[in-house]
């Protein structure tokens, strides 16, 4: 009386899913790719609420090249 009953749910495979293209698969293969053209950098928690979004950021750290720019090579005086 241990018989499981298969349910539709129980399936491992959808059935619009060709299982001959899934088998052959390579994991990872264009990972290296991808990370060539990514420069991901993960901001602390603290950080990130005080920039919450990509332009933000990225705004924030061209003014902080500019004044580094400027500290080491101030414009000349005339």
């Excluded at 060709?18 to 420069?39: C, Q």
């Excluded at 004044?67 to 005086?77: E, G, Q, R, S, Y």
Aim: glycine share 4%.
């Amino acid at each position: 009386m241990n018989q499981k009953i298969q349910t539709p749910l129980d399936d491992d495979l959808r059935d619009e899913y060709d299982e001959t293209v899934l088998t052959n698969g390579v994991r990872g293969k264009y990972t290296a790719r991808i990370a060539a053209g990514t420069n991901l950098v993960r901001l602390a928690p603290d950080v990130a609420a005080a920039f919450p979004t990509e332009a933000a950021v990225n705004e924030a750290l061209r003014l902080l090249l500019k004044a580094a720019t400027l500290a080491v090579a101030p414009p000349p005086i005339d």
